[in-house]
């Protein structure tokens, strides 16, 4: 199947750092990725969606300047987390669809997730 | 807006038991369904999906079919293993134009197994 990684894996930071978080497509091009956020025992979160080329688009609720994403590039998009606080500790995962062909088409591949802690 | 409700767990079984794990939905337009699985510490692996009224996915012994009459995607599985113990969530991809085919999930469903 399709491999998604995503780096690091795990992340521990003070208060007030950035954090930037790489999501990659190894073996296809994604045009769209996604990025969410899970809380323990929450369902995922859809923060926002990344299209190649184009500005993120940020599901309600989700601020911008704070969660900052790039899609640089057809494998590659990143999100930072600006000024972590505490409050912004959690798990992130990003997913990457596929383009549109046939059974492979309209479904989402997942990263194993990052783990921020915010001191 | 579209909605996935899942049966709340935690779930426990003992080995070779059956399983249901219920999920019903909501959406505006005509959906995708999907099941997909975590593992402690992992991110989310698609399990099966369906993509029209009807079709059965499945995928490690797990089953689930598309009903539209009753708005549900049920998982199932006719003996599971201890290393079925993960947390399931239930999902929707809207497949309207403009979506960007987005995924909406359900709360999730702790399984364990127990041998």
């Known amino acids: 199947g399709a491999v998604v990684s995503q780096h690091p894996s795990r992340v521990i930071c003070k208060s007030g750092t950035s954090v930037k978080i790489e999501c990659r497509s190894l073996?296809?091009?994604?045009?769209?990725m996604f990025w969410y956020r899970q809380f323990p025992k929450k369902s995922l979160m859809l923060m926002a969606t990344?299209?190649?080329?184009?500005?993120?688009?940020?599901e309600q609720g989700v601020e911008k300047d704070k969660f900052l994403i790039n899609h640089a590039s057809l494998t590659l998009s990143t999100l930072t987390v600006t000024s972590a606080h505490p409050e912004d500790s959690s798990f992130y995962i990003c997913?990457?669809?596929?383009?549109?062909?046939?059974?492979?088409?309209?479904?989402?591949?997942f990263g194993a997730g990052t783990r921020l802690s915010v001191l | 807006g579209d909605s996935v409700t899942q049966m709340e767990g935690p779930v426990t079984l003992s080995e070779e038991a059956f399983l249901t794990i219920n999920c019903t939905y909501t959406?505006?337009?005509?959906?995708?369904l999907f099941w997909y699985v975590q593992y402690p510490g992992e991110g989310l692996q698609l399990l099966l999906k369906?993509?029209?009224?009807?079709d059965k996915g499945s995928n490690k012994g797990f089953e689930a079919t598309y009903r539209k009459e009753t708005t549900s995607f049920h998982l199932e599985k006719g003996s599971v293993q201890v290393s079925d113990s993960a947390v399931y969530f239930c999902?929707?991809?809207?497949?309207?134009?403009?979506?960007?085919?987005?995924?909406?999930f359900g709360k999730g469903t702790l399984l364990t197994v127990n041998p």
């Open positions: 990344s299209n190649e080329g184009s500005k993120a688009t940020y």
């Open positions: 369906a993509t029209k009224a009807d």
């Open positions: 999902a929707l991809s809207d497949r309207r134009w403009g979506s960007n085919y987005k995924l909406t």
């Open positions: 959406a505006t337009g005509y959906p995708s």
């Open positions: 997913s990457a669809r596929r383009p549109l062909a046939g059974k492979t088409k309209n479904i989402q591949y």
């Open positions: 073996d296809f091009q994604a045009t769209t």
